[in-house]
């Protein structure tokens, strides 16, 4: 039988557009205006049974995550506004971001707490991000040595002007008012000149 | 341990999209190219290694399994490599110590990769959403929630480097995507099918400070495959192999605060010589022709100039202004106009180089063909600003000439 005739005589059922807009919006968590404008194509008539079927999916999994070792950084952050760092004594290096096991000696390392001051080492700024960051570009993305720490830490600077960030200039951490246990509630900002 | 040889490549084009097939269907099309290049038979095939990059992208965990079946390979031994961006290279690497080690004579070796799929419903678009699928790659915990995106990774090198070297300027870069898009014109699996000018590049939006829209890659989708075959195997079934006779890998510190510093990629440096040490290579420059680097973005490319010691350090921009680099200068690199012209199918991107210094050593490179190259080296990289680094040395004519 020739491809285009397979279907001539099939009965065609004709899905529900506006059922199964809300349904599949729902299923994926997105507005079912979003999910017409993608799927405005397969509702055209166009389509024969051979044109390639598109379909709404989503991966997602829910977690209970435990930070384990690095706990009392989370908790200092969140319950404290402050920073920390671990140190190995045996090495005299101290981390931040923190590591409970020193991957030098694979010694125990030591909290310590971390005046939340630096120098950025290098940065970008963002321009085009990913959908979890829509509207909040351009932000700049930077890796902030920290004063009494060997390491750098990735972290956002805030400044009203991101053309301004430069390599070498000194900044300090702001603790957001409302924390949550997450790196993203600090972020860095220029300290005034000498500082 | 044992030589091996490339004895037959297929690809498919690389793409934004193909609407029309899965990942499967895609490796099905790379394979079957594979084995007629080759001239063999799917069930020739002892073993295969599978090289496919984020299993978000193609919305299936262990994609491999149904590569595997969709391509017949039911029983034979098989593995998954992922790397990131170096997928494709350590799938080679996988592959090759298959045959070296005598577990196979005859290894497929595979990459493939969808992105596309990935769909931004807010936006209207898939990019951003294919992003914030290799935002996942990024530590979760400390890294990924500051929406550093795989550009902004290799931006930060890349400003460390400029800040330290004073290059690659931004007209530099620019040089990098216009030479690549140039060369991609003339490839027919490429992408990009766009002559660019410098200002072109220059004035493109800001994607990733320093990189504008033209200093990126492209988001691909493609599948690229090579069969490897022992010394014994390969002089029975082909007339003229390509030997694999180097081969270098590192994996550096992901967490940056553990490296020695921001400015250079130490991945691709102990690849890079690791590599050069097995194929008895001294002096880079003058013993190869040529070079597929890994140019995600326009300022690695130069940086991949000094870490492939094509030139000494901090000197990567030079290259680029002398045109050295260009496909008529002394050293072509990217002839394939690679991630920027032809494009990055992640898993498949490290092969599809491999198959462009195949063709050229095969002199089956159609209007990118160079006079005679001999010697080629591939760099294929991945990870936060250059994890990892998997670097290959081909060569044509007997192992050791």
Known sequence: MHKKDMAKDWQFTQTDKTKWIETEASRIGVTPFDVEKAFSSEFDGKKDLFSPLEIPDVMKVTYKYTYGGQSAFFRA??????LLGAKCEACDFTYCPPRKNCSRCYGETQWVELPGTGKIASYTTIYKGTSLITGKTPCICAYVSLD????????NVEMDDPSKAKVGMRVKAVFKPERTGRVSDFYFTAMSEGA | MRRVAIVGVGTTPFKPRFIDKTYFELAFDAAKDAFTDAEIKHTDVESTVYGIYNDLFERQVQPDLYVHDYL?????????VNTGGATGGSAIRAGFMEVASGQSDLTMVLGVEKCSDCFDYRMGQSSPEVL???????D????????????ASFALAVIAHQKKYGNPTAEQMAKVSVKNHGNAALNPIAQSGKVLTLEDVMNSPMIAYPFRFYDNCLYSEGSSCVILASEEKAKKICKNPIWITGLGASLDYAILGNRENLYTFEASRQAAKRAYKMAGITKPRQELDLAELHDAFTGTEIMAYQDCFLCEEGEGGHLIDQNITERNGSFPVNTSGGLIGCGHAVGATGIMQTIEIYNQLQGRAGRRQLDDPRRGLVQSIGGIACAWTVCIVLAKGGYNA
Do not use: C
């Open chain 1, 77 to 82: 952050l969140r319950d404290y506004g402050k």
């Open chain 1, 148 to 155: 009494e720490t060997d390491f750098v830490v990735l972290t």
């Open chain 2, 72 to 80: 017949g390979m039911g029983g034979k031994p098989s593995m998954r």
């Open chain 2, 132 to 138: 914030k699928s290799i935002s996942y790659t990024a």
């Open chain 2, 140 to 151: 979760m915990t400390y890294e990924q929630p500051t929406g550093r995106t795989a550009a």
